[in-house]
T-cell receptor, first 112, second 110 residues
Framework: SQTIHQWPATLVQPVGSPLSLECTVE??????LYWYRQAAGRGLQLLFY??????ISSEVPQNLSASRPQDRQFILSSKKLLLSDSGFYLC???????????FGDGTRLSIL | SQQGEEDPQALSIQEGENATMNCSYK?????LQWYRQNSGRGLVHLIL?????REKHSGRLRVTLDTSKKSSSLLITASRAADTASYFC??????????FGSGTRLLVRP
């Protein structure tokens, strides 16, 4: 069966520090991969999605970037974190675009 | 905004009662999906209804879709305390992006 792993679960970082969040999927190949951010009490905002290795689409101009160095690995990065980058970050995958998405357990990022 | 908007924002019911959540959206859709989120966790997919379908069932869940009114509803029958969670409607637009609303927070009292 397919599983998705996302880490770390929580992260506290100072303003101006770099960020790297990793997401990996097991048990499938060539998945669509997604990064979302969720503000407290709100819905999910799509940040990036990828349909293949090295193919990244950005949905919202921001301080973040994403990379897909391997088929089942999706990384969210920042060179310098801002206070506004705080939130709950969720990775998801789907077998193809019109199918349900399967989410990881998220990373709660706090910027101090 | 193209997002799905859930109504009500919060719902409190007694165990055994039915819970109905509504969703409205603004764009043309490929399909519409409902997700559940327990506090501090990732989302879990519940049900997908295609744009040419009007009703779908899965266990205690019943989803309806009215594309002419751009609305959907999720009914949970015979609710249980374990159904306590936030529920999100997510219309999928023509570019296969899910557009999430702010969700309905459901509390089922034992």
């Amino acid at each position: 069966s397919q599983t998705i792993h996302q880490w770390p679960a929580t992260l506290v970082q100072p303003v101006g520090s770099p960020l790297s969040l990793e997401c990996t999927v097991e048990g499938t190949s060539n998945p669509n991969l997604y990064w979302y951010r969720q503000a407290a009490g709100r819905g999910l905002q799509l940040l990036f999605y990828s349909v293949g290795i090295g193919q990244i689409s950005s949905e919202v101009p921001q301080n973040l970037s994403a990379s897909r160095p391997q088929d089942r690995q999706f990384i969210l990065s920042s060179k310098k974190l801002l206070l506004s980058d705080s939130g709950f970050y969720l990775c998801a995958w789907s077998p193809r675009g019109d199918q349900p998405q399967h989410f990881g357990d998220g990373t709660r990022l706090s910027i101090l | 905004s193209q997002q799905g908007e859930e109504d009500p924002q919060a719902l409190s019911i007694q165990e055994g009662e039915n819970a109905t959540m509504n969703c409205s959206y603004k764009t043309s859709i490929n399909n519409l999906q409902w997700y559940r989120q327990n506090s501090g966790r990732g989302l879990v997919h519940l049900i997908l209804i295609r744009s040419n379908e009007r009703e779908k069932h899965s266990g205690r869940l019943r989803v309806t879709l009215d594309t002419s009114k751009k609305s959907s509803s999720l009914l949970i029958t015979a609710s249980r305390a374990a159904d306590t969670a936030s529920y999100f409607c997510a219309p999928m637009d023509s570019s296969y992006k899910l557009i999430f609303g702010s969700g309905t927070r459901l509390l089922v009292r034992p």
